[in-house]
């Protein structure tokens, strides 16, 4: 890869969009933890992300694309190459009666309290994920017993040059992991939701609930990653985590939330190193007492090959 200062002197030749270098990307992560990385790019347009990455492609600068950072443990030491932010080129939703094309960085809580409005439901029960939309389909983000491709017809995205709509149909999707959108070239741009028509009074008194369902079993007043492994099949993680009395267990300003053993808060000036000790501690625990190894359901962008393997990854 060339030199950070050749790289951002390249792209503001050709860049409509925003540019910053070393970025601290504890800002732009819902846990408020991670390291600065090299150029942090938000394109105005789609036609100034695709070219962006045509850019560090050819030039072989590695690339990250960042929703809201609410799935995400970015390393101390941050993460080399370009992350790109689509909150502006990707950040409109088109109804047409019953479905909704909603761009990659529109934020999940705000499109269903536009489908609301409309009222358009069969996705009030997301209202509290905090991510965006290209998150969300990445994850097949889900909750209260449904989840993200119950409602997808279709998604546009980046696959190296071309842009492609795939049906549902040809995505490979599962619990929480889209096989799809593991190849890293491939950036999702919208999706296309199918909607209910519901009564709006109705909608809001559900979208209500399940918000007091959230605010009552999860500590969402702490910066955290919401869920850190995902819920092995017939079990919940939280259950395996609390039997094993790991609640309050701490390293540094991280600590295992009294209210729900599977959230690893922050409580105060957490590193990346102290959450990823506790989730080694955990895994540990876990398969001792249950014999059970727990896959991470978080992503961990920026570590060593050696941090990735003492939990199971790399
Ligand atoms: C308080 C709290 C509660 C939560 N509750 C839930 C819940 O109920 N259910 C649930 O499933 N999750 C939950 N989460 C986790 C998280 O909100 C979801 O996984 C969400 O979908 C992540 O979206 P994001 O935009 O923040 O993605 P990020 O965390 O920014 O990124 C996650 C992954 O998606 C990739 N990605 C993001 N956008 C794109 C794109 N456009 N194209 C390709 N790849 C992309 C990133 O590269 C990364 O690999 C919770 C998190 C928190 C903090």
Redesign the pocket.
């Known amino acids: 890869m060339k030199n950070t200062v050749t790289v951002i002197r390249d792209i503001r030749t050709f860049f409509k969009g925003r540019l910053s270098e070393n970025e601290p990307l504890s800002a732009h992560?819902?846990?408020q933890i991670g390291g600065p990385c090299s150029i942090y790019a938000i394109p105005e347009t789609t036609d100034a992300l695709i070219q962006l990455i045509h850019y560090c492609r050819s030039n072989g600068v590695p690339v990250?694309?960042?929703?809201?950072?609410?799935?995400?443990l970015v390393s101390d030491s941050g993460i080399s190459g370009v992350v790109i932010d689509?909150s502006e080129c990707?950040s409109f939703t088109d109804f047409d009666e019953m479905r909704v094309t909603a761009g990659?960085?529109v934020q999940?809580p705000k499109l269903v309290l536009d489908c609301e409005k409309k009222s358009l439901g069969g996705i009030e029960m997301?209202a509290?994920?905090?991510?965006?939309?290209?998150?969300?389909?990445?994850?097949?983000?889900?909750?209260h017993g449904k989840?993200?491709f119950d409602v997808t017809v279709s998604v546009n995205?980046l696959d190296g040059d071309s842009i492609e709509t795939w049906p549902k149909s040809k995505i490979e999707f599962s619990y929480?992991h889209v096989k799809t959108?593991d190849d890293p070239a491939?950036?999702?741009?919208s999706a296309t939701l199918q909607l209910e028509k519901t009564d709006i009074a109705v909608l809001t008194e559900k979208r209500k609930h399940f918000m007091k369902i959230?605010q009552q079993t999860?500590p969402?007043n702490l910066?955290?990653?919401?869920?850190v492994f995902k819920n092995p099949a017939g079990d919940h993680a939280a259950r395996l985590i609390d039997a094993c009395g790991l609640k309050g267990y701490r390293r540094g300003g991280a600590v295992i939330s009294e209210k729900h053993a599977n959230?690893f808060v922050n409580e105060g000036n957490a590193k990346a190193a102290d959450v990823l000790e506790i989730i080694r501690h955990t895994q540990a625990v876990v398969k001792k007492q249950f014999g059970i190894k727990l896959e991470l359901?978080v992503?961990l962008?920026g570590f060593t090959s050696e941090e990735l393997h003492s939990v199971g990854l790399a």
């Not at 491939?186 to 741009?189: A, G, P, S």
Request: proline share 4%; net charge positive; aromatic share 14%.
């Open positions: 992560t819902w846990y990250f694309v960042l929703g809201k950072g609410s799935n995400l689509l990707c990659a960085g999940v997301f509290g994920i905090p991510g965006t939309v290209g998150g969300a389909i990445k994850m097949n983000a889900g909750c989840e993200f995205f929480r959108f491939r950036i999702i741009l959230r999860q969402i910066p955290s990653s919401g869920s959230f359901e992503k962008v």
